[in-house]
């Protein structure tokens, strides 16, 4: 037995009001950058639905995941070693743009600058990718703009594998809230894909990143992944990805997505597994059995050996403490009302979910009968077999007999405390039906309801002894001038480098704020490439001032003009279009500081579509 840990997350789908506040906190924080306007690491999905990127779920078309061979090994459904070699300058098994979608922004200047006229202005959508006016057709949330409409439902690859009973009329249908993340799996298909080694699991949590200096972006590590979470920067030709926040969680905070989100749905916490047996549980010949075979994995904190053994691996007593107090754990082990998401792709996700009761009580009370009832609610569970089949081919590969006893338990607790808030005694007759004991379902309801902030994150922090190594490990992602990106270029404008520098302040993401953003945004167009190359006149795209690129006096603002000596005119290096004076930042000790302020007329932020 080899004890490992792994830092795993469980989402309470029942309490997700899909208001989407923590894709808009990750896209801030890890994708505000050129070239990855159209990626989202984290993204809220309508289901039922196509999801993002469009029928990523259909294997069938984009072959990721793992298959199992008939003695009974694991292979890549997209093909092993040779077929990677053969296909390796031509991968055709990746989604297009137009299946993620074409990022846009608004024409924001014509609203400011337009004249006094008999209509009112409109803000065009415009493409971040060409520049050019564009019609808007599809989004990374589209499916949840249609209201769960039925116009996309027929093409939904988890109704396509539904028995033929599914009514599609639109008042028989449900539909529910599914945040995805990176699944972090013990047995990663991206990782297993990638060609030149960029693509790692750390062995002290378990987090899944990418060597942004070994990548060669040669994309197979987006084919291999099943839930399409591997993102291609077309920047830098680097392969990106949804880094679990690793750098707040090594000083004991949440990732960015559950500390803000609204309806409290996340849980962070460790668990404890034995990897000896990753492999085994992968390759379970049935897919029903899945299931088991990744719980199976999963050790008790407590139990003594595991605890002994865990200890021989080296990971440290607070982490065996905070394994112990996991709300993971409990869930998935103890409770058993956390499922993995797509357990056939045998890539033992670590991103598990609590099944969403709501579409059954909202279909008996919409019934005319009681929703809260214990007795209505778990007849309903069996009758309604369209949520209850759906939710079987998301979490257990079309198995419905766990999602039922799920929530048969979810139904027991929400009927039990109902009684109690009513001032009757706890009802353990409900309890007893669905396998556990009063105070299990009144800890479970406090852990899932009303949980404090330490409860549902439990978070060790780093220890000193390895911080240097995590410290030197280089950050998957990173602002423009990072890792992957060029290398930071000190505090002048333009940046430097062996190969000179390119327009545009790079700023980190935690201290960037609305002058930052527009700097940059202004010195590194969204639709256009930067230079890559020694910036000159013949190769300088007319936006910011690289360093050395023009006469010291010019860059002081006391040159004369076009006619005196061949110069530039003072405003002319910083002007903009539409007239605007471009502002110099200068970063000292870390904040930025305006030279020149905007006109009240400049235009706001333009990074990424809404």
């Known amino acids: 037995m080899k004890v490992m840990a792994q830092m795993s997350m469980v989402m309470n789908l029942d309490k997700c009001i899909g208001c989407h506040t923590c894709?808009?906190?990750c896209k801030q924080a890890w994708t505000n950058r050129t070239g990855v306007e159209y990626v989202w690491f984290n993204n809220v999905e309508t289901r039922p639905g196509l999801g993002y990127p469009r029928t990523y779920q259909d294997?069938?078309?984009?072959?990721?995941?793992?298959?199992?061979?008939?003695?009974?090994?694991l292979k890549l459904r997209a093909g092993g070693r040779l077929k990677k070699l053969a296909t390796i300058f031509s991968n055709p098994k990746l989604p297009s743009i137009h299946d993620y979608y074409e990022p846009w922004t608004y024409e924001y200047d014509m609203l400011l600058s337009a004249p006094q006229g008999k209509h009112t202005p409109v803000a065009r959508p415009k493409s971040l990718l060409t520049g050019e006016n564009m019609q808007i057709s599809w989004s990374a949330n589209w499916d949840d703009d249609?209201?769960?409409?039925?116009?996309?439902?027929?093409?939904d690859p988890v109704l396509q594998h539904m028995s033929e009973h599914v009514a599609e009329e639109l008042e028989k249908t449900f539909m529910f809230y599914l945040p995805r993340i990176c699944e972090h799996c013990l047995n990663p298909a991206c990782v297993a894909s990638c060609p030149s080694g960029a693509m790692y699991k750390r062995a002290e949590d378990g987090i899944v990143l990418v060597d942004q200096d070994q990548c060669r972006g040669w994309r197979m590590c987006v084919t291999g992944c099943p839930y399409?979470?591997?993102?291609?920067?077309?920047?830098?030709?680097?392969?990106?990805?949804?880094?679990?926040?690793?750098?707040?969680?090594?000083?004991?905070?949440?990732?960015?997505?559950?500390?803000?989100?609204?309806?409290?749905?996340?849980?962070l916490g460790l668990v404890l597994y034995d990897a000896d047996r990753v492999s085994t549980a992968a390759a379970a010949e049935d897919e029903h059995d899945l299931l088991a075979a990744q719980r199976s994995i999963l050790l008790?904190?407590?139990?003594?050996?595991?605890?002994?053994?865990?200890?021989?691996?080296?990971?440290?007593?607070?982490?065996?403490?905070?394994?112990?107090?996991?709300?993971i754990w409990k869930l998935i082990s103890e409770y058993e009302v956390a499922l993995p998401l797509h357990p056939e792709y045998r890539t033992l996700p670590m991103v598990w979910y609590i099944p969403p009761l709501s579409p059954v009580v909202d279909t008996v009370t919409a019934s005319g009968n009681d929703g809260e009832d214990g007795r209505t609610l778990f007849a309903a569970i069996s009758q309604l077999r369209i949520p209850l089949e759906y939710l079987a081919g998301l979490f257990t590969a079309g198995d419905t007999a766990p999602v039922e006893r799920v929530l048969r338990r979810l139904a027991a607790m929400r009927s039990s405390m109902r009684e109690v808030n009513l001032g009757n005694p706890f009802p353990e007759e409900h309890a007893a039906a669905v396998g556990m004991t009063g105070r299990e379902v009144q800890e479970m309801y406090r852990l899932l309801a009303i949980a404090k902030y330490e409860e549902r994150y439990v978070i060790p922090t780093a220890h000193t002894e390895i911080a240097r190594e995590l410290d030197e490990m280089a950050c998957s992602l990173?602002?423009?001038?990072g890792p992957g990106m060029g290398g930071y270029g000190g505090t002048t404008m333009g940046g430097g480098g062996p190969f000179g520098s390119s327009s545009g302040q790079p700023m980190p993401v935690a201290v960037e704020n609305f002058h930052v953003l527009q700097a940059r945004q202004t010195g590194d167009s969204p639709h256009e490439p930067s230079t890559t190359s020694r910036v000159n006149l013949l190769n300088w795209d007319g936006r910011g001032r690289p360093a050395g690129l023009f006469p010291p006096e010019m860059e002081s603002g006391h040159a004369a003009d076009v006619g005196q000596g061949g110069g530039t005119p003072p405003g002319a290096l910083g002007t903009l279009p539409g007239g605007r004076q471009d502002a110099r930042f200068d970063a000292v000790d870390g904040v930025e500081s305006a030279g020149e302020p905007p006109r009240p007329d400049a235009p706001g932020s333009t990074g990424g579509a809404p």
């Not at 294997?59 to 090994?73: A, F, L, N, P």
């Not at 990173?478 to 001038?481: E, K, P």
């Open 23 to 25: 894709s808009v906190t």
């Open 59 to 73: 294997q069938d078309k984009w072959e990721g995941g793992w298959v199992r061979t008939k003695s009974g090994k």
């Open 146 to 155: 249609l209201g769960g409409s039925t116009a996309t439902m027929q093409q």
């Open 228 to 267: 399409k979470k591997v993102y291609f920067n077309h920047k830098t030709g680097k392969a990106e990805k949804c880094t679990l926040c690793y750098p707040r969680l090594e000083v004991g905070l949440p990732t960015v997505c559950s500390e803000t989100c609204v309806g409290r749905l996340r849980y």
């Open 300 to 327: 008790d904190p407590h139990d003594p050996e595991v605890v002994a053994a865990a200890r021989r691996e080296g990971i440290p007593d607070d982490w065996i403490t905070a394994a112990q107090a996991s709300p």
């Open 478 to 481: 990173d602002v423009d001038g």
